[in-house]
């Protein structure tokens, strides 16, 4: 049935009184809400019974709950097959990533090994793999090659040149290294584990929603952008000097281009040959996944192919390919961190925990919408935080999890971690028993694979021109973080993405959108007067809608957008007609006016005569009163203004076109202290110029932070407060039929001998601020 058909226009008639908040709450018997101490508080999060301490074992070791409901027969056979195939591909990817740290393949096993048993243990994900991924190893590798780098390491031999002359031989110490870079890499590492944790204790795993997802794609984006480049040169095999920081990328390019010539033919078809392979096979996988009952392990059949060629061609001897050479039997002895390392790696190890707990939290949540089950994300901190501890300790570098192995994972059945756990044991027998058979294997091939693997990153490339027609500030968001991060490196970049896209939410919420509202004829529906052709604006009524928190950020703003709403300055009339008032009093003490009987002011001269007293609107607009005391009349005078005609006295006074203004406050969602302070001198400013103020659908929140704030006095009280705008527009049309409002038009103004002029309900230092509208005056005294 089609919504928009006449047919489905059913109509519905509801009978209810017109309520103000007061009222409401008296009708329907608000009661308070109870409010614990903190003594209450601790007692109840911190007391301990038999079931609590069983949830509590449970929620801190998740493998207790689903282990014991595990279905062997129906799980075990998928996750062995999970495990087996998903165990390969660690190994390999395992490999593939030390190059982005800069340390030896080796490493890249033990950080493929470790953190899969402690995440077995704590880990609330059944699907993800957990492992090096791509964007930390290379933010790991970044801060490596800054503290390590090779010039460090140079000896100097004395050498005789091809000449026969003597000369300065440099040589690496390679060994003292690789040592100094795997410390470097396992202590930032620990670090990194560390600040998840205690993340994970303090329970701020809601931190990573600010990493939004065009924040993330722009990051990840330009991550595999540095990927590349740093494989670029190890498929190439060309010498290239170590870049980090700022434009650290282009000096790279610069290095490659220069050296280009060096180029080993060998390795350079090795890389090319298993790019294309290995990017070939994953589109048929991709493609056929539903026709295809286990995806073809292309990684693995590669890196066979390509080590037997390899060997059997003995490459590097005839041909001075670069390979992987030694992969040492069984595991690195545990090692303590270098504490003075730490302190130099605070910052990039803070930024790297982040964006690896955002990368496996968002996968995570794919897989566990996927298949109807949920993650505890404070949970998973403090799972990634001690398998990274773990690694760390282990000669291994940050763990995360990979979209591609974590695919793998769960195409070939895997329905638990203990697939995680047979993967771990697939990674466990290459580093006991098959490693050196991969000894022969060209580094090349590696970094092929590494780049392979970056095309679902660089495919998010696609997504800019979707969102620039869906929203141009998440576009903005992509695109900032993106440059940023190419530009100034990956720490950096992340950094600035995040302050620019804080930057666009301050923005947004400070000029936010505000609108004038109509009522649709015959209903309680109001909506913005540009929108509808059919709306009808209420007559005497001004409904102002705001679309935003107002704080003090947007509050000057929002002032701005009321006064275009309605059309006046409210301090400026009232001060036009402080003038007009002082003008025509000092004409009836001159005998030029006077008041009838019934208080209103008749001309004794004619208004064709020019009137010296005329001042136009660039006359002073300093403050006056209404003269002296001795200047008022002895008796009581009252005098009836009408300032929606033309006045004895030549002043120009804006016109007010309204009685009432009522403010929409349904869209907002807090207010502070300086917004109420604001909110209430406004209220006044019109509440003195005859123009009543009403405030509608208010949450029962923002109405409670108006009272903690003291918004409400004797002139702004509670009773303009209504449950919505109809609410309001209904008791305001009422008040008029009735006559029981005051006039909006006519003002009254009782000149009195002991009084200069009529109480207003502002405090001294409210008029101060707002009547002479003077903002750095009002600063100057909040700071005496």
């Known amino acids: 049935m089609d919504p928009r058909a006449p047919e489905t226009h059913f109509a519905y008639i509801v009978s209810r009184p017109i309520y103000s908040n007061p009222t409401f709450e008296e009708d329907n018997q608000r009661q308070a809400r109870e409010e614990r101490t903190l003594r209450q508080k601790l007692s109840r999060t911190c007391g301990c019974s038999g079931r609590q301490a069983v949830k509590v074992v449970k929620g801190v070791f998740p493998v207790i709950d689903w282990l014991s409901r595990y279905p062997i027969r129906e799980w075990l056979p998928s996750d062995v097959i999970s495990g087996v195939s998903t165990g390969l591909v660690c190994s390999l990817q395992g490999l593939a990533y030390a190059l982005l740290v800069s340390v030896s393949p080796v490493y890249g096993l033990y950080s493929a090994f470790f953190p899969i048993l402690s995440y077995f243990l704590l880990g609330t994900s059944r699907h993800i793999s957990v492992g090096p991924f791509p964007v930390t190893c290379l933010m790991v590798g970044s801060v490596v090659l800054n503290l390590a780098p090779h010039e460090h390491f140079l000896l100097s031999m004395n050498g005789t040149g091809i000449n026969g002359t003597g000369n300065d031989v440099r040589a690496v110490d390679v060994e003292a290294m690789e040592a100094q870079r795997i410390m470097v890499a396992s202590s930032m590492t620990l670090l990194v584990g560390l600040f998840q944790v205690v993340m994970g204790l303090l329970q701020v795993g809601f931190l990573v929603r600010y990493l939004s997802d065009p924040l993330v794609g722009g990051f990840t984006t330009a991550a595999a952008c540095h990927v590349l480049i740093s494989q670029l040169k190890i498929v190439l095999s060309v010498p290239t000097n170590n870049h980090n920081g700022c434009f650290s990328i282009i000096y790279t390019l610069i290095d490659v281009f220069t050296n280009i010539r060096r180029t080993n033919v060998a390795d350079l078809v090795a890389g090319l040959l298993t790019i294309v392979i290995v990017m070939a096979v994953k589109e048929v996988n991709a493609k056929f996944q539903h026709k295809i009952p286990v995806p073809i392990p292309i990684e693995v059949i590669v890196t066979m192919v390509a080590t037997g060629i390899s ?31 730490l302190w130099k790696i605070l910052g990039s190890s803070f930024s790297t925990a982040v964006v690896g707990y955002a990368v496996a939290v968002s996968v995570a949540k794919v897989y566990a919408a996927k298949h109807d089950y949920t993650i505890d994300g404070n949970q998973e901190l403090i799972a990634f935080g001690v398998s990274n501890v773990l690694c760390g300790c282990f000669s291994s570098f940050v763990a995360s999890t990979a979209l591609s192995r974590t695919a793998v994972q769960e195409s070939t059945g895997g329905k638990s971690q203990v697939a995680g756990i047979i993967s771990a044991l697939m990674v466990m027998i290459v580093i006991l028993a098959l490693g050196n058979l991969l000894e022969p294997l060209q580094k090349s091939v590696l970094a092929a694979i590494v780049i392979a693997n970056l095309k679902g990153m660089f495919m998010q490339v696609a997504e ?40 666009t939410v301050v923005v947004r919420t400070q000029f936010p959108a505000c609108s004038t509202l109509g009522n649709i004829p015959g209903t309680n529906i109001y909506r913005n007067m540009k929108d509808y052709k059919k709306i009808a604006e209420v007559p005497g009524i001004k409904i102002f809608r705001c679309n935003s928190p107002i704080y003090f950020a947007n509050i000057d703003y929002f002032k701005e957008r009321l006064r275009a709403t309605v059309g006046f300055d409210s301090v400026r009339v009232f001060k036009k007609r402080n003038k007009a008032l002082k003008k025509i009093h000092k004409l009836i003490k001159k005998g030029k006016l006077r008041a009838t009987k019934t208080g209103e002011v008749v001309s004794e001269v004619s208004l064709g005569v020019e009137n010296k007293g005329f001042e136009s609107d660039r006359d002073s607009e300093q403050p006056s009163m209404l003269g002296d005391v001795g200047d008022w009349p002895v008796a009581e005078v009252e005098v009836h203004v009408n300032w929606a005609q033309e006045l004895p006295v030549r002043v120009s006074v804006p016109r007010v076109q309204i009685h009432s203004l009522v403010l929409d406050f349904s869209a907002v969602s807090f207010v502070d202290f300086v917004a109420i302070k604001s909110l209430r001198l406004v209220i006044k400013e019109f509440l003195r110029i005859g123009v009543n103020v009403y405030i509608a659908g208010c949450d029962d929140e923002i109405v409670k932070k108006m009272e903690d704030l003291d918004f409400f006095d004797k002139e702004v009280t509670r009773d ?16 008029t039929a009735n006559k029981s409002m005051q006039d909006a038009i006519v003002e009254r103004l009782s000149l009195m001998q002991d009084c200069k002029e009529e109480p207003l309900p502002f405090t001294e230092k409210e008029d101060l601020i707002e009547t002479f509208d003077n903002q750095h005056r009002a600063i100057h005294g909040l700071s005496n």
């Open 720 to 735: 303009l407060l209504f449950l919505s705008v109809h609410d309001a527009i209904l008791f305001i049309k009422m008040g």
């Open 464 to 503: 800019v021109p979707t969102l620039w027609r869906q929203n141009q500030t998440d576009c903005f968001i992509w695109l900032a973080t993106c440059l940023a991060s190419v530009v100034l490196g990956l720490d950096m970049g992340l950094l600035a993405g995040l302050v620019f896209e804080m930057g």
């Open 311 to 341: 060997y059997g061609t003995e490459l590097e001897s005839h041909y001075g390919a670069s390979i992987v050479h030694s992969i040492p039997r069984g595991f690195a002895p545990a090692q303590p961190p270098n504490t003075e390392v």
